[in-house]
C-alpha cells in the first residue's frame, strides 16, 4: 500500500519554530494534493492545511493562518509544513495525507483523503 511518511516531529519551546516533512514517493497518478491533520491528546484529528501538486493552491485552518505555511518540491515528491510562532495549543500528533481529488468544500474532510502517514509527534513546551 502506498502511504505518506512524516518526519521532522519533535519538542520546541513555544514561539520557535519547525518544519514537518511528507515524503510522497508514490504520488504521481494517486494523489492530487497532499493534507496535513493533526490529533491532540484527547481530540478528534483536525485539518491543519493542505496543497495541490499541479499549481500549489494552498488551504489553511483559521488557527494557523499566519504562522504556519504549507510548501511542495514536485521534484522531490515532498511537502512541507513549515510551522512558526508555535503555541501550546499547537502539540498533537501530525499526520500527513494524500487525496485524489479535492476541492475548497472538501479539504477539512478526513474522508476526502486516500491514504494517510503514521504521524509524527510535536510537542510544544510552554
Known amino acids: 500500500q502506498v502511504q505518506p511518511e512524516e518526519s521532522g516531529g519533535g519538542l520546541v519551546q513555544a514561539g520557535g519554530s519547525l518544519k514537518l516533512s511528507c515524503a510522497a514517493s508514490g504520488r504521481t497518478g494517486r494523489w492530487y494534493a497532499m493534507g496535513w491533520f493533526r490529533q491532540a491528546p484527547g481530540k478528534d484529528r483536525e485539518f491543519v492545511a493542505a496543497?495541490?501538486?499541479?499549481?500549489?493552491?494552498?488551504w489553511y485552518t483559521d488557527s494557523v493562518k499566519g504562522r504556519f505555511t504549507i510548501s511542495r518540491d514536485n521534484a522531490k515528491n515532498t511537502v512541507y509544513l513549515q510551522m512558526n510562532s508555535m503555541k501550546t495549543e499547537d502539540t498533537a500528533v501530525y499526520y500527513c495525507?494524500?487525496?485524489?481529488?479535492?476541492?475548497?468544500?472538501?479539504?477539512?474532510?478526513?474522508?476526502?483523503?486516500?491514504?494517510w502517514g503514521q504521524g509524527t509527534q510535536v510537542t510544544v513546551s510552554s
Open positions: 496543497i495541490t501538486w499541479n499549481v500549489g493552491t494552498t
Open positions: 495525507a494524500g487525496a485524489g481529488t479535492i476541492s475548497r468544500t472538501t479539504v477539512t474532510h478526513q474522508s476526502t483523503y486516500d491514504d
